[in-house]
Protein backbone atom coordinates (compact mmCIF):
# COMPACT_ATOMS: atom_id res chain seq x y z
CA UNK A 1 0.00 0.00 0.00
CA UNK A 2 1.31 3.57 -1.05
CA UNK A 3 1.75 5.82 1.68
CA UNK A 4 -0.98 8.24 2.51
CA UNK A 5 -1.60 10.38 -0.42
CA UNK A 6 -1.44 13.84 1.05
CA UNK A 7 2.07 13.90 2.22
CA UNK A 8 4.58 11.37 0.83
CA UNK A 9 7.32 12.89 2.85
CA UNK A 10 6.09 13.76 6.20
CA UNK A 11 8.08 15.93 8.96
CA UNK A 12 7.08 14.78 12.51
CA UNK A 13 7.40 16.53 15.52
CA UNK A 14 6.77 14.28 18.39
CA UNK A 15 6.21 15.69 21.75
CA UNK A 16 6.02 14.60 25.08
CA UNK A 17 2.30 15.49 25.94
CA UNK A 18 2.17 15.37 29.78
CA UNK A 19 5.94 17.29 30.31
CA UNK A 20 5.17 19.85 27.72
CA UNK A 21 2.27 20.59 28.66
CA UNK A 22 3.18 21.21 32.59
CA UNK A 23 6.37 23.47 31.18
CA UNK A 24 3.53 25.41 29.18
CA UNK A 25 1.39 25.66 32.31
CA UNK A 26 4.79 26.47 34.76
CA UNK A 27 5.59 29.44 32.11
CA UNK A 28 2.17 30.79 32.38
CA UNK A 29 1.49 30.94 35.98
CA UNK A 30 -2.09 29.28 35.10
CA UNK A 31 -3.47 25.76 33.89
CA UNK A 32 -2.87 24.60 29.79
CA UNK A 33 -4.59 21.55 28.88
CA UNK A 34 -4.67 20.49 25.46
CA UNK A 35 -7.62 22.98 24.79
CA UNK A 36 -5.71 26.12 25.54
CA UNK A 37 -2.47 25.63 24.38
CA UNK A 38 -1.05 28.86 23.50
CA UNK A 39 -1.57 30.15 19.41
CA UNK A 40 2.10 30.82 19.03
CA UNK A 41 3.25 27.12 19.98
CA UNK A 42 0.88 25.57 16.42
CA UNK A 43 2.49 29.15 14.54
CA UNK A 44 5.96 28.04 15.09
CA UNK A 45 5.11 24.53 14.27
CA UNK A 46 3.70 25.25 11.23
CA UNK A 47 6.74 28.15 10.31
CA UNK A 48 9.65 24.94 10.65
CA UNK A 49 7.48 23.18 8.35
CA UNK A 50 6.30 20.02 10.34
CA UNK A 51 3.43 18.56 8.76
CA UNK A 52 2.15 15.94 11.19
CA UNK A 53 2.43 16.59 15.49
CA UNK A 54 2.53 12.99 17.50
CA UNK A 55 1.01 13.81 21.12
CA UNK A 56 2.49 10.81 22.70
CA UNK A 57 1.26 9.85 26.30
CA UNK A 58 -2.68 11.71 25.69
CA UNK A 59 -4.16 8.08 27.01
CA UNK A 60 -5.11 7.31 30.42
CA UNK A 61 -3.27 5.26 33.03
CA UNK A 62 -4.68 3.69 36.13
CA UNK A 63 -3.52 3.62 39.75
CA UNK A 64 -2.31 0.23 39.24
CA UNK A 65 0.05 1.19 36.55
CA UNK A 66 1.05 4.21 38.13
CA UNK A 67 2.35 2.05 41.51
CA UNK A 68 4.68 -0.13 39.46
CA UNK A 69 6.50 3.53 38.30
CA UNK A 70 5.93 4.91 41.96
CA UNK A 71 8.58 1.72 42.79
CA UNK A 72 10.87 2.57 40.56
CA UNK A 73 11.91 5.75 42.15
CA UNK A 74 13.42 3.74 45.02
CA UNK A 75 17.02 4.05 45.76
CA UNK A 76 18.91 2.00 43.14
CA UNK A 77 15.95 2.53 40.41
CA UNK A 78 15.83 4.53 37.64
CA UNK A 79 13.30 7.18 38.82
CA UNK A 80 14.88 7.33 42.43
CA UNK A 81 15.21 11.71 41.19
CA UNK A 82 11.99 12.42 40.84
CA UNK A 83 9.56 13.67 43.46
CA UNK A 84 6.27 11.16 43.76
CA UNK A 85 4.05 13.79 42.18
CA UNK A 86 5.94 14.04 38.97
CA UNK A 87 5.33 9.89 38.52
CA UNK A 88 1.70 9.44 36.86
CA UNK A 89 2.37 5.83 35.12
CA UNK A 90 3.95 4.79 31.85
CA UNK A 91 2.34 6.33 28.51
CA UNK A 92 2.10 2.64 27.24
CA UNK A 93 0.58 1.24 30.53
CA UNK A 94 -3.23 1.98 29.27
CA UNK A 95 -5.79 1.69 31.42
CA UNK A 96 -8.74 3.50 28.89
CA UNK A 97 -8.45 5.14 25.20
CA UNK A 98 -9.92 8.32 26.83
CA UNK A 99 -7.26 11.45 27.05
CA UNK A 100 -6.56 11.79 30.35
CA UNK A 101 -8.44 14.51 32.43
CA UNK A 102 -4.61 16.00 33.61
CA UNK A 103 -4.42 16.56 29.88
CA UNK A 104 -7.88 18.62 29.41
CA UNK A 105 -9.98 14.98 28.54
CA UNK A 106 -11.26 13.90 25.16
CA UNK A 107 -12.81 17.63 24.44
CA UNK A 108 -9.73 18.77 25.10
CA UNK A 109 -8.25 16.90 22.82
CA UNK A 110 -11.12 17.87 19.99
CA UNK A 111 -10.51 21.47 20.44
CA UNK A 112 -6.72 20.73 19.84
CA UNK A 113 -7.30 19.11 16.76
CA UNK A 114 -9.84 21.63 15.04
CA UNK A 115 -6.52 24.18 15.70
CA UNK A 116 -3.92 21.86 14.20
CA UNK A 117 -6.18 21.92 11.11
CA UNK A 118 -6.54 25.65 10.84
CA UNK A 119 -2.61 25.29 10.52
CA UNK A 120 -2.87 22.80 8.27
CA UNK A 121 -1.32 20.39 10.76
CA UNK A 122 -2.68 16.65 11.21
CA UNK A 123 -2.47 15.02 14.52
CA UNK A 124 -1.18 11.41 15.02
CA UNK A 125 -1.76 9.34 18.40
CA UNK A 126 -0.66 6.17 19.59
CA UNK A 127 -2.17 2.84 19.07
CA UNK A 128 -0.80 -0.22 22.14
CA UNK A 129 -1.78 -3.78 20.30
CA UNK A 130 -0.35 -5.88 22.16
CA UNK A 131 -1.24 -5.45 25.63
CA UNK A 132 -3.30 -3.20 27.65
CA UNK A 133 -2.56 -1.49 31.62
CA UNK A 134 -3.11 -3.35 34.97
CA UNK A 135 -6.00 -0.95 35.50
CA UNK A 136 -7.94 -1.60 31.98
CA UNK A 137 -11.57 -2.98 32.56
CA UNK A 138 -11.09 -6.11 30.25
CA UNK A 139 -9.58 -7.61 33.16
CA UNK A 140 -12.45 -7.69 35.40
CA UNK A 141 -14.96 -7.98 32.31
CA UNK A 142 -13.45 -10.27 29.49
CA UNK A 143 -10.50 -12.03 30.63
CA UNK A 144 -10.68 -14.47 28.21
CA UNK A 145 -9.01 -12.01 25.64
CA UNK A 146 -5.92 -12.16 27.34
CA UNK A 147 -3.45 -14.75 27.55
CA UNK A 148 -3.74 -16.69 30.58
CA UNK A 149 -3.15 -19.85 32.43
CA UNK A 150 -5.39 -21.82 35.45
CA UNK A 151 -1.81 -22.21 37.67
CA UNK A 152 0.41 -19.12 38.37
CA UNK A 153 3.80 -19.25 35.75
CA UNK A 154 6.43 -17.28 35.73
CA UNK A 155 5.27 -13.52 34.11
CA UNK A 156 1.83 -13.65 35.24
CA UNK A 157 -0.63 -11.96 37.57
CA UNK A 158 -4.50 -12.51 38.91
CA UNK A 159 -6.20 -9.76 38.21
CA UNK A 160 -8.37 -10.16 41.22
CA UNK A 161 -9.22 -12.45 44.14
CA UNK A 162 -12.14 -13.90 42.94
CA UNK A 163 -10.60 -14.80 39.49
CA UNK A 164 -9.50 -18.14 39.26
CA UNK A 165 -7.51 -17.38 36.07
CA UNK A 166 -3.70 -16.16 36.26
CA UNK A 167 -2.95 -12.89 33.37
CA UNK A 168 0.46 -13.00 31.19
CA UNK A 169 1.98 -9.74 31.81
CA UNK A 170 2.97 -8.03 28.24
CA UNK A 171 6.29 -8.84 27.06
CA UNK A 172 8.75 -8.63 23.62
CA UNK A 173 9.84 -12.34 23.61
CA UNK A 174 13.75 -10.72 24.00
CA UNK A 175 13.22 -8.49 27.23
CA UNK A 176 11.50 -9.52 30.78
CA UNK A 177 7.40 -8.69 30.73
CA UNK A 178 6.18 -5.18 31.46
CA UNK A 179 4.77 -6.01 34.86
CA UNK A 180 2.48 -2.71 34.54
CA UNK A 181 0.77 -4.31 31.12
CA UNK A 182 -1.28 -7.62 30.74
CA UNK A 183 -1.11 -9.42 27.43
CA UNK A 184 -3.89 -9.31 24.87
CA UNK A 185 -4.60 -12.98 23.29
CA UNK A 186 -4.47 -12.19 19.19
CA UNK A 187 -5.03 -16.28 19.05
CA UNK A 188 -8.55 -15.58 20.54
CA UNK A 189 -10.54 -14.02 17.59
CA UNK A 190 -13.00 -12.37 20.02
CA UNK A 191 -9.58 -9.98 21.24
CA UNK A 192 -8.90 -9.37 17.73
CA UNK A 193 -12.62 -7.71 17.26
CA UNK A 194 -12.57 -5.62 20.66
CA UNK A 195 -9.03 -4.29 19.32
CA UNK A 196 -9.97 -3.36 16.15
CA UNK A 197 -13.13 -1.78 18.13
CA UNK A 198 -10.38 0.35 19.98
CA UNK A 199 -8.57 1.17 16.71
CA UNK A 200 -11.39 2.79 15.25
CA UNK A 201 -12.00 4.97 18.48
CA UNK A 202 -8.96 5.77 18.06
CA UNK A 203 -8.57 7.04 14.47
CA UNK A 204 -12.43 8.75 15.25
CA UNK A 205 -9.96 11.36 16.54
CA UNK A 206 -6.82 11.72 15.05
CA UNK A 207 -5.20 11.59 11.57
CA UNK A 208 -3.27 8.62 12.18
CA UNK A 209 -1.70 6.46 14.68
CA UNK A 210 1.52 5.37 15.48
CA UNK A 211 1.52 1.38 16.51
CA UNK A 212 3.70 0.27 19.33
CA UNK A 213 5.77 -2.61 18.83
CA UNK A 214 3.62 -3.91 15.84
CA UNK A 215 5.25 -6.62 14.82
CA UNK A 216 4.54 -8.50 18.30
CA UNK A 217 0.93 -9.33 16.71
CA UNK A 218 2.18 -11.25 13.71
CA UNK A 219 0.85 -14.79 13.77
CA UNK A 220 4.27 -16.08 13.91
CA UNK A 221 5.79 -13.61 15.85
CA UNK A 222 2.90 -14.58 18.71
CA UNK A 223 2.39 -18.12 18.65
CA UNK A 224 6.44 -18.33 18.81
CA UNK A 225 6.18 -16.19 21.74
CA UNK A 226 2.93 -17.56 23.97
CA UNK A 227 3.84 -21.22 23.04
CA UNK A 228 4.42 -21.86 26.70
CA UNK A 229 0.53 -21.05 27.19
CA UNK A 230 -1.52 -22.73 24.45
CA UNK A 231 -5.18 -21.97 23.73
CA UNK A 232 -7.79 -25.54 22.60
CA UNK A 233 -9.38 -22.86 20.20
CA UNK A 234 -8.69 -22.70 16.38
CA UNK A 235 -6.48 -19.74 15.66
CA UNK A 236 -7.37 -16.92 13.02
CA UNK A 237 -5.45 -17.82 9.82
CA UNK A 238 -5.31 -13.98 8.47
CA UNK A 239 -3.19 -11.66 10.09
CA UNK A 240 -4.38 -9.22 12.67
CA UNK A 241 -3.52 -6.24 10.76
CA UNK A 242 -4.37 -7.38 7.63
CA UNK A 243 -8.32 -6.93 8.83
CA UNK A 244 -7.55 -4.03 11.28
CA UNK A 245 -6.15 -1.23 8.48
CA UNK A 246 -8.52 -2.24 6.14
CA UNK A 247 -11.33 -1.62 8.53
CA UNK A 248 -10.35 1.78 9.63
CA UNK A 249 -9.66 3.11 5.74
CA UNK A 250 -12.70 2.35 5.03
CA UNK A 251 -14.24 4.53 7.71
CA UNK A 252 -11.20 7.13 7.12
CA UNK A 253 -9.46 6.69 3.96
CA UNK A 254 -6.68 9.26 4.68
CA UNK A 255 -5.84 7.79 8.13
CA UNK A 256 -2.25 7.49 8.48
CA UNK A 257 -0.90 3.87 9.78
CA UNK A 258 2.93 4.40 11.59
CA UNK A 259 4.35 0.48 12.84
CA UNK A 260 7.02 0.51 15.39
CA UNK A 261 8.95 -2.36 13.94
CA UNK A 262 12.22 -4.13 14.53
CA UNK A 263 14.10 -7.20 13.75
CA UNK A 264 13.81 -6.66 9.47
CA UNK A 265 10.18 -7.12 9.55
CA UNK A 266 9.04 -3.80 7.97
CA UNK A 267 8.41 -5.29 4.74
CA UNK A 268 5.55 -7.39 6.02
CA UNK A 269 4.08 -4.77 7.84
CA UNK A 270 4.24 -2.25 4.67
CA UNK A 271 2.78 -5.63 2.91
CA UNK A 272 -0.08 -5.77 5.39
CA UNK A 273 -0.96 -2.03 5.51
CA UNK A 274 1.25 0.50 6.81
CA UNK A 275 2.36 3.68 5.42
CA UNK A 276 5.50 4.25 6.97
CA UNK A 277 7.28 1.47 9.43
CA UNK A 278 10.40 2.44 11.76
CA UNK A 279 13.77 2.01 9.15
CA UNK A 280 15.40 1.16 12.57
CA UNK A 281 18.46 0.04 10.22
CA UNK A 282 19.00 3.54 9.03
CA UNK A 283 19.12 4.94 12.55
CA UNK A 284 21.52 2.18 14.05
CA UNK A 285 24.35 2.59 11.24
CA UNK A 286 23.82 6.38 11.45
CA UNK A 287 24.31 6.88 15.44
CA UNK A 288 26.60 3.77 15.55
CA UNK A 289 29.29 5.59 13.00
CA UNK A 290 28.56 3.32 10.05
CA UNK A 291 28.81 4.92 7.11
CA UNK A 292 29.47 2.50 4.72
CA UNK A 293 26.63 0.12 6.14
CA UNK A 294 24.57 3.02 5.94
CA UNK A 295 25.18 4.22 2.40
CA UNK A 296 24.51 0.15 1.03
CA UNK A 297 21.57 0.38 2.74
CA UNK A 298 20.03 3.19 1.05
CA UNK A 299 21.43 1.94 -2.37
CA UNK A 300 20.23 -0.95 -2.01
CA UNK A 301 16.38 -0.41 -0.79
CA UNK A 302 13.91 -0.25 -3.48
CA UNK A 303 12.49 3.66 -3.68
CA UNK A 304 9.35 2.29 -2.32
CA UNK A 305 10.95 1.07 0.54
CA UNK A 306 12.72 4.15 0.99
CA UNK A 307 9.62 6.46 0.92
CA UNK A 308 7.83 3.86 3.70
CA UNK A 309 10.60 4.09 6.09
CA UNK A 310 10.63 6.45 9.36
CA UNK A 311 13.90 8.00 9.67
CA UNK A 312 14.91 9.54 13.18
CA UNK A 313 18.30 10.70 15.27
CA UNK A 314 15.93 9.98 18.39
CA UNK A 315 12.82 9.27 20.19
CA UNK A 316 11.29 8.88 23.34
CA UNK A 317 13.12 4.65 23.13
CA UNK A 318 16.38 6.16 22.05
CA UNK A 319 18.87 8.18 23.76
CA UNK A 320 19.09 11.81 23.01
CA UNK A 321 21.39 12.47 19.94
CA UNK A 322 23.25 15.44 21.45
CA UNK A 323 23.93 12.98 24.69
CA UNK A 324 26.79 11.30 22.33
CA UNK A 325 26.79 12.60 19.27
CA UNK A 326 29.30 15.78 19.15
CA UNK A 327 28.28 18.70 17.43
CA UNK A 328 30.76 18.05 14.36
CA UNK A 329 29.14 14.69 14.27
CA UNK A 330 25.39 16.13 14.60
CA UNK A 331 25.45 18.38 12.09
CA UNK A 332 25.35 15.76 8.73
CA UNK A 333 23.59 13.20 10.86
CA UNK A 334 20.59 16.03 10.97
CA UNK A 335 20.97 16.56 7.45
CA UNK A 336 21.24 13.71 6.28
CA UNK A 337 17.61 12.67 8.47
CA UNK A 338 16.24 15.34 6.73
CA UNK A 339 17.47 14.70 3.44
CA UNK A 340 16.17 11.39 3.79
CA UNK A 341 13.22 10.46 2.01
CA UNK A 342 10.30 8.83 4.04
CA UNK A 343 8.82 10.02 7.07
CA UNK A 344 11.09 12.29 9.13
CA UNK A 345 10.53 11.90 12.47
CA UNK A 346 12.48 15.03 15.00
CA UNK A 347 11.48 15.01 19.07
CA UNK A 348 10.35 17.12 21.63
CA UNK A 349 14.20 18.90 22.62
CA UNK A 350 16.17 17.74 20.24
CA UNK A 351 16.02 21.28 17.82
CA UNK A 352 17.59 22.57 21.09
CA UNK A 353 20.01 19.91 22.03
CA UNK A 354 18.79 18.35 25.07
CA UNK A 355 21.08 15.99 26.23
CA UNK A 356 18.55 14.02 29.18
CA UNK A 357 16.29 11.36 27.79
CA UNK A 358 13.15 11.55 29.73
CA UNK A 359 10.97 8.63 31.09
CA UNK A 360 7.58 7.46 29.33
CA UNK A 361 6.49 7.39 33.30
CA UNK A 362 6.51 10.95 34.14
CA UNK A 363 5.14 14.53 33.94
CA UNK A 364 8.54 16.46 34.97
CA UNK A 365 11.60 16.69 33.14
CA UNK A 366 15.02 18.84 34.32
CA UNK A 367 15.45 21.70 32.36
CA UNK A 368 18.56 22.59 30.38
CA UNK A 369 19.80 25.64 28.68
CA UNK A 370 19.57 24.88 24.49
CA UNK A 371 23.06 24.74 22.97
CA UNK A 372 23.03 27.42 20.62
CA UNK A 373 25.10 25.99 17.80
CA UNK A 374 22.52 23.17 17.56
CA UNK A 375 19.48 25.40 18.15
CA UNK A 376 20.67 27.74 15.23
CA UNK A 377 21.25 25.14 12.88
CA UNK A 378 17.87 23.40 13.30
CA UNK A 379 16.19 26.79 12.52
CA UNK A 380 18.58 27.42 9.75
CA UNK A 381 18.09 23.70 8.26
CA UNK A 382 14.30 23.91 8.73
CA UNK A 383 13.63 27.25 7.22
CA UNK A 384 15.63 26.60 4.17
CA UNK A 385 14.53 23.46 3.30
CA UNK A 386 10.68 24.62 1.84
CA UNK A 387 12.35 26.27 -0.77
CA UNK A 388 13.78 23.51 -2.17
CA UNK A 389 12.90 19.91 -3.56
CA UNK A 390 13.82 18.23 -0.57
CA UNK A 391 11.06 15.93 1.22
CA UNK A 392 8.22 17.05 -1.63
CA UNK A 393 10.22 15.91 -4.90
CA UNK A 394 11.45 12.79 -6.87
CA UNK A 395 14.46 11.65 -5.23
CA UNK A 396 17.25 9.52 -5.96
CA UNK A 397 19.82 7.73 -3.53
CA UNK A 398 23.09 8.26 -5.63
CA UNK A 399 26.23 6.19 -5.31
CA UNK A 400 29.24 7.90 -5.10
CA UNK A 401 32.16 7.30 -7.54
CA UNK A 402 35.80 7.28 -5.98
CA UNK A 403 37.76 10.94 -7.08
CA UNK A 404 40.21 8.72 -8.22
CA UNK A 405 41.85 5.53 -7.42
CA UNK A 406 42.83 3.97 -4.46
CA UNK A 407 40.93 6.39 -2.74
CA UNK A 408 37.83 4.51 -0.23
CA UNK A 409 36.64 7.73 1.55
CA UNK A 410 33.63 7.84 -1.39
CA UNK A 411 32.55 5.55 1.46
CA UNK A 412 32.04 7.71 3.73
CA UNK A 413 29.33 9.98 2.35
CA UNK A 414 25.80 10.22 1.37
CA UNK A 415 24.39 12.18 -1.65
CA UNK A 416 20.26 12.27 -2.25
CA UNK A 417 19.05 14.31 -5.51
CA UNK A 418 15.83 15.88 -4.76
CA UNK A 419 14.05 17.58 -7.89
CA UNK A 420 10.53 18.97 -8.49
CA UNK A 421 10.50 21.34 -11.36
CA UNK A 422 13.10 20.25 -14.89
CA UNK A 423 15.10 24.15 -14.26
CA UNK A 424 16.06 23.16 -10.86
CA UNK A 425 17.45 20.30 -8.34
CA UNK A 426 18.77 19.79 -4.76
CA UNK A 427 22.05 17.74 -3.56
CA UNK A 428 22.33 16.26 -0.06
CA UNK A 429 25.84 16.20 0.84
CA UNK A 430 27.32 14.74 3.95
CA UNK A 431 30.43 13.37 5.09
CA UNK A 432 30.47 11.47 7.92
CA UNK A 433 34.25 10.75 8.57
CA UNK A 434 36.40 12.61 10.84
CA UNK A 435 38.50 13.57 7.95
CA UNK A 436 37.97 14.60 4.62
CA UNK A 437 36.44 12.80 1.81
CA UNK A 438 36.59 13.23 -2.02
CA UNK A 439 33.81 11.82 -4.67
CA UNK A 440 32.16 12.43 -8.06
CA UNK A 441 28.60 12.56 -7.82
CA UNK A 442 26.70 11.13 -10.78
CA UNK A 443 24.06 13.41 -11.17
CA UNK A 444 20.70 13.16 -12.75
CA UNK A 445 21.04 15.97 -15.46
CA UNK A 446 19.58 16.23 -19.10
CA UNK A 447 20.09 18.48 -21.61
CA UNK A 448 23.00 20.89 -22.32
CA UNK A 449 22.28 23.74 -20.02
CA UNK A 450 24.77 25.87 -17.67
CA UNK A 451 24.03 25.54 -13.63
CA UNK A 452 24.35 27.65 -11.19
CA UNK A 453 25.06 25.79 -7.79
CA UNK A 454 24.46 27.39 -4.56
CA UNK A 455 25.29 26.29 -1.21
CA UNK A 456 22.22 26.85 1.07
CA UNK A 457 24.09 26.34 4.22
CA UNK A 458 26.93 27.97 3.40
CA UNK A 459 28.55 30.64 1.52
CA UNK A 460 29.76 28.46 -1.61
CA UNK A 461 28.77 29.38 -4.98
CA UNK A 462 29.73 27.79 -8.42
CA UNK A 463 29.28 27.40 -11.84
CA UNK A 464 29.01 24.31 -13.98
CA UNK A 465 28.21 23.30 -17.34
CA UNK A 466 25.70 20.50 -17.86
CA UNK A 467 28.43 18.03 -19.55
CA UNK A 468 30.55 18.32 -16.66
CA UNK A 469 27.91 17.54 -14.13
CA UNK A 470 26.88 14.08 -16.60
CA UNK A 471 30.35 13.08 -16.38
CA UNK A 472 30.08 13.50 -12.51
CA UNK A 473 30.37 16.23 -9.82
CA UNK A 474 33.68 16.61 -8.28
CA UNK A 475 32.94 17.21 -4.55
CA UNK A 476 36.13 17.86 -1.69
CA UNK A 477 34.32 17.63 1.60
CA UNK A 478 35.80 18.75 4.90
CA UNK A 479 35.77 16.58 7.74
CA UNK A 480 32.03 16.03 8.73
CA UNK A 481 31.31 18.16 6.10
CA UNK A 482 27.74 18.59 5.14
CA UNK A 483 26.49 20.44 2.18
CA UNK A 484 22.46 21.15 0.80
CA UNK A 485 23.53 22.50 -2.84
CA UNK A 486 20.54 24.47 -4.77
CA UNK A 487 21.32 24.31 -8.46
CA UNK A 488 19.40 26.06 -11.29
CA UNK A 489 19.90 26.93 -14.63
CA UNK A 490 21.44 29.89 -15.52
Known amino acids: MAPAAFQSHPLVYEINTRCWLRDLSEQAGAPITLANVPETELADWRRL??????????WHAGPKS????LSLRQPGQP???YDE???VGSAYAIASYRVSEALGGNTALKVFRERLAAFGLKLLLDFVPNHTGLDHAWLAERPELFVQSGVKKPGTFRPSANKACWIAHGRDPYFHPWVDTAQLDYRNAATRRAMIEQLKSVAQRCDGARCDMSMLVLNDVFQKTWAQFPVSLPCPATQFWAEAIPAVKELYPDFTFMAEVYWDLEPRLQELGFDYT????????????RPDPLQRHLLEAAAGDLRAGVHFLENHDEARIASFLPWAEHRPAALALMGSPGMRLLHEGQLRGATQRVSIHVNHR????????IAAFYERLLGTLPGTSVGKGDFKVLKP???????PTARNILLVQWQSQPAEFDLVVANFAPHPSQCHAPLQVEGQCDWEMTNLLGDERFERSGRDLRRGLYLDLPPYGSQLFHFSVR
Do not use: C
Open 66 to 69: RAHS
Open 49 to 58: GFTHIWLMGV
Open 401 to 407: ASAWPEN
Open 366 to 373: PREAPNED
Open 79 to 81: LQR
Open 85 to 87: QDI
Open 278 to 289: YDKRWHDHLVAR
